[in-house]
T-cell receptor
Framework: RKEVEQDPGPFNVPEGATVAFNCTYS??????FFWYRQDCRKEPKLLMS???SGNEDGRFTAQLNRASQYISLLIRDSKLSDSATYLC????????????FGSGTRLSIRP | NAGVTQTPKFQVLKTGQSMTLQCAQD?????MYWYRQDPGMGLRLIYY???????DKGEVPNGYNVSRLNKREFSLRLESAAPSQTSVYFC???????????FGQGTRLTVV
């Protein structure tokens, strides 16, 4: 079983739609959680951190459920510029921390 | 504002050749990482280093070696390149709080 699993998509939705991505992680010792965005042939960049209390940044809302080992990202009022691959990321702290990426969910927004 | 710098950006190797991918960060970060990304897939961790002088294997370390030369630099070496190592390689670094990983622009490697 992969350490971080995501629905690969692709999701193809019209502009203005609301879209949700899910992610599950296998290691209950995981301590930090993030969503990254990756544009085609570019390096990943941090979109937002994910907290148990949930957090919102404009049109983006992220949620963490530690009991179910589940992370979500909600994008409201989607824009053409939101088209990208969204990567779920988990950090495991030990004597040497690891940052584990999911395989990514591809989102395409159509006019 | 260099951040994380990777060299080279592109490389074509013949099977069996060796090469070293260079990575340097100027943010005084402790942890550094090497990932590979194959078409349509996420990033898979090859090796990581929590501090100068320490390295650990990730998910896909076979066929690679790394060296954490100092706090700034973390290199990845392919001793005998194989076509299966054709990929995009990303280097990343984080500080102790692990609030954000910063990436280099990637090295696009083709092994023929």
């Amino acid at each position: 079983r992969k350490e971080v699993e995501q629905d690969p998509g692709p999701f193809n939705v019209p502009e203005g739609a609301t879209v949700a991505f899910n992610c599950t992680y296998s290691n209950s010792a995981s301590q930090s959680f993030f969503w990254y965005r990756q544009d085609c042939r570019k390096e990943p960049k941090l979109l937002m951190s994910v907290y148990s209390s949930g957090n919102e940044d404009g049109r983006f809302t992220a949620q963490l459920n530690r009991a179910s080992q589940y992370i979500s990202l909600l994008i409201r009022d989607s824009k053409l510029s939101d088209s990208a691959t969204y990567l779920c990321v988990v950090t495991e702290y030990s004597s040497a921390s690891k940052i584990i990426f999911g395989s990514g969910t591809r989102l395409s927004i159509r006019p | 504002n260099a951040g994380v710098t990777q060299t080279p950006k592109f490389q074509v190797l013949k099977t069996g050749q060796s090469m070293t991918l260079q990575c340097a960060q100027d943010m005084n970060h402790n942890s550094m990482y090497w990932y590979r990304q194959d078409p349509g897939m996420g990033l898979r961790l090859i090796y990581y280093s929590a501090s100068e002088g320490t390295t650990d294997k990730g998910e896909v370390p076979n066929g690679y070696n790394v060296s954490r030369l100092n706090k700034r630099e973390f290199s990845l070496r392919l001793e005998s390149a194989a076509p299966s190592q054709t990929s995009v390689y990303f280097c990343a670094s984080t500080d102790r709080s692990y609030t954000e990983a910063f990436f280099g622009q990637g090295t696009r490697l083709t092994v023929v």
